[in-house]
């Protein structure tokens, strides 16, 4: 049984930085692409950042490019993102989730097969 845990969020305020980390278990990194998605209570969830199961690419939504950056460590099995330059609308759980395919591309819908619990965060003055 795939296991994902979120820790990291918390307030911050506009142009701050939080650093989000995904703990995985129970599964092999390189079988698995990757990747956060958040959601807004009003709104449906959206795709943030992902990572291919090999790990050579990542690709970003246009309201994180330059400001988020994934990084992946395949020994301790973690998926974390750094999230810098943060703004209100940046706040939203966000989730870690992991996907099973033989395909070495990344899904941009939230069609994952496994989710973490989510992770809160708020962006605020």
């Known amino acids: 049984q795939v296991q994902l845990v979120e820790s990291g969020g918390g307030l911050v305020q506009p142009g701050g930085s939080l650093r989000l980390s995904c703990a995985a278990s129970g599964h092999s990194s390189n079988t698995y692409a990757m990747a956060w998605f958040r959601q807004d209570s009003e709104k449906e969830r959206e795709f943030v950042a992902g990572i291919t199961k090999s790990s050579d690419i990542t690709w970003y939504a246009t309201s994180v490019k330059g400001r988020f950056t994934l990084s992946r460590d395949i020994a301790k099995n973690t998926l974390d993102l750094q999230m810098n330059s943060l703004k209100p609308e940046d706040t939203a759980v966000y989730y870690c989730?992991?996907?099973?395919?033989?395909?070495?591309?990344?899904?941009?819908?939230?069609?994952?097969?496994?989710w973490g619990q989510g992770t809160q965060v708020t962006v605020s003055s």
């Open positions: 989730a992991a996907k099973s395919t033989q395909l070495d591309v990344i899904f941009t819908t939230p069609t994952y097969d496994y």
